[in-house]
């Protein structure tokens, strides 16, 4: 019985979800398992002194168990997996003992086959749709953590504009921080903190073309970002899909860490 649960009540489940990658490697797992199951030799582990059935059973089970988890449906009906297809009773003799493992071996063989199928339809269901191909993206990126502290949570929620708006803040509240100009907001803000001329927060030595080059470009960058990225947002509430999201939040991290590398100038 599921912890939380009552006689009479259903038992619950945790159903795991993968990403590409994740199906990919779990499928990987699986048929190792396969091959072990394919390479036991009945012969052999009919002799009760050998006894190799249960070790590759013990084998299936912990891969059944780690690729989908204690709580899982997949492991619930197969957790208790054998290699010996049929009843055990005293005094069989060696045959009956071999045609029970090839029958387990069988069996084994296509409870591996049919989790693999799902997993395969699984993960090609998940590249095939636009949006959790972007979710998955969306958690492959190194965010910044204060922009994936507010973000990633409301994104995986299908609040992509929220998520957005979220990160843009993150961003404006990090400048204010680090410049600390809390006077200021917006594109103002962003305007006087990475001046091109006096900067309060600068991302080189100012010396070359090249460098003051740089300070502007990014000035406007972050100025940008409130005007087209944070204000709509957080006004208009805008039907963003979810590239669109993961594409905003990922220049706003980007922003976020180079607002974190700038020096302060004195």
Known sequence: MARGTTPG?????????FTPEAAQRAIAQLKARITEVNELDPLTAADIYINTDIIVADSVRSSILDVFGERSPEY??????????????MGMSYEESVAAIR???????????????????????MEAD??????????????????ASVA??????GQYADAV????????????????????????????????NNPMLAFNDLITQTDRDEQQ??????AGAVLAIRNPAGHDFPEWSASRATEYIA?????ADRAVEARRTP
Do not use: C
């Not at 069988?106 to 993960?123: C, G, Y």
């Not at 470009?217 to 972050?222: A, N, P, V």
């Open 251 to 255: 220049l706003l991290s980007l922003l």
């Open 130 to 147: 636009p949006g959790s191909r972007a979710a998955n993206a969306l958690r492959q990126l190194p965010l910044n953590p204060r922009v």
């Open 9 to 17: 009540q259903q038992e619950e489940f945790e159903i795991r979800r």
């Open 165 to 196: 708006f979220a990160a843009s803040k993150a961003l404006v509240n990090l400048v204010k921080e680090r410049s600390d100009r809390y006077d200021l907001d917006g594109a103002p803000l962003m305007l006087t903190v990475f001046s091109a």
């Open 76 to 89: 619930k009906a197969h957790g208790h997996l054998s290699l010996w297809g049929g009843p055990i009773s």
């Open 103 to 125: 029958a387990g071996k069988q069996a084994a063989v296509a409870v591996l086959e049919s989790l693999v199928r799902r997993l395969t339809e699984q993960s090609q269901y």
């Open 152 to 157: 990633v949570e409301r994104y995986m929620a």
């Open 217 to 222: 470009g990014m000035m406007h960058l972050y």
